[in-house]
């Protein structure tokens, strides 16, 4: 990795990207930053960088430069702790979405939200901030053209002149089942999303503004359908998440549909709590992330293909979901991690 990131860093310089380091820089963790992405990255994703190497190294410079500017933005993302931002901030992904190399998610996020979580005391605030901001968030945009007047030479014909005012899109809209073929943020913007598209896009709401955030859910629930929702991670030590940490729960949103409640089970996240079936990772629950080297699975990405070439980290939450909230049929199994995934 060390190797890697060197050639990395060089290519980079040569092609014009240098960082912010020395004393007060705010780009000095950068090295960091992508040594992480490179140690877990996906062999897809490692292809991306060797097939269209320019192309997808301003991807990962843009997404740590936007993630460190964000910690250095908001005094609450700072006091992140190291580790979390590493495998739940920063990632340019969060299972095998599309890559969106030129949508760019997370400026485009980070400029559309920041604003609106600046001003908050927590994390808390802050989510609820966005859980508004999100749905409303005409984020396709154009810029317009603008009629300059009549043309001259009395051809009475009409000028047209690019504009820098963006003209507001649609807002992200609720498509149910639409996974696999609509996850990605861009994706989700442009012809709307289910449960996990729109968590998706919560997610990435969240780590553009430097919230720690990550997918969770069920890989399947009854035959052939899943659920999936958002785990953010709060700093507040005297008010734990539902399972007794730091990770709180809610369901992603979208125009009309505020989502279930927060830290509360919601009816399709109950249907998966009811099928949980012990020792069986698709009848389980689950959370990405980025730097676990236990595969996660859903309905669409398994087998040896999926754990070879895009391999979805993940750490398996049954205990915690069956210790508060209850497994089996009438959810009154408190299985501990051990009892229902093994240790």
């Not at 989510?127 to 810029?143: D, I, N, Y």
């Amino acid at each position: 990795v060390a190797v890697a990131v060197e050639a990395v860093l060089n290519v980079t310089a040569m092609h014009g990207d240098y960082w912010l380091t020395g004393p007060g820089g705010t780009e000095n963790n950068a090295t960091a930053c992508l040594a992480h992405l490179l140690a877990y990255m996906p062999r897809r994703d490692m292809q991306l960088l060797f097939t269209d190497t320019f192309a997808f190294l301003d991807f990962l410079v843009e997404h740590v430069r936007f993630a460190l500017l964000a910690r250095t933005r908001w005094p609450t993302a700072a006091a992140v702790p190291w580790h979390i931002f590493l495998d739940h901030v920063l990632p340019y992904a969060v299972i095998d979405e599309k890559r969106d190399l030129f949508w760019r998610w997370r400026p485009r996020f980070f400029r559309l939200f920041f604003h609106a979580v600046a001003a908050t005391a927590n994390i808390e605030e802050a989510m609820h901030a966005l859980t508004v901001a999100v749905p409303r968030a005409e984020s396709l945009g154009a810029l317009a053209s603008e009629s300059a007047g009549s043309g001259t030479g009395g051809g009475g014909g009409i000028r047209f002149r690019p504009s820098s005012e963006l003209v507001p899109g649609p807002p992200i809209t609720w498509q149910s089942s639409t996974a696999p073929a609509r996850l990605s943020p861009q994706q989700v913007a442009q012809m709307g999303g289910s449960c996990t598209g729109t968590a998706i896009v919560l997610v990435a709401a969240a780590r553009s503004v430097g919230i720690p955030a990550r997918l969770a859910g069920c890989s399947e629930s009854v035959p052939n359908d899943d659920h999936h929702w958002v785990e953010f991670y709060s700093l507040n030590a005297t008010a734990l998440g539902p399972f007794g940490d730091a990770w709180h729960t809610k369901e992603g949103v979208s125009a009309g549909n505020a989502g279930g409640p927060w830290d509360a089970p919601s009816g399709p996240m109950r249907t998966c709590l009811q099928h949980v079936e012990r020792g069986d990772s698709m009848h389980s629950m689950w959370a990405s992330a980025w730097s676990s080297d236990v595969f996660l699975p859903t309905l669409w990405h398994r087998g040896p293909w999926a754990e070879q070439w895009g391999f979805a980290g993940g750490v398996n939450r049954c205990g915690a979901y069956c210790g508060a909230w209850g497994c089996g049929k009438n959810q009154t199994d408190r299985w501990s991690q051990a009892e229902c995934f093994g240790a």
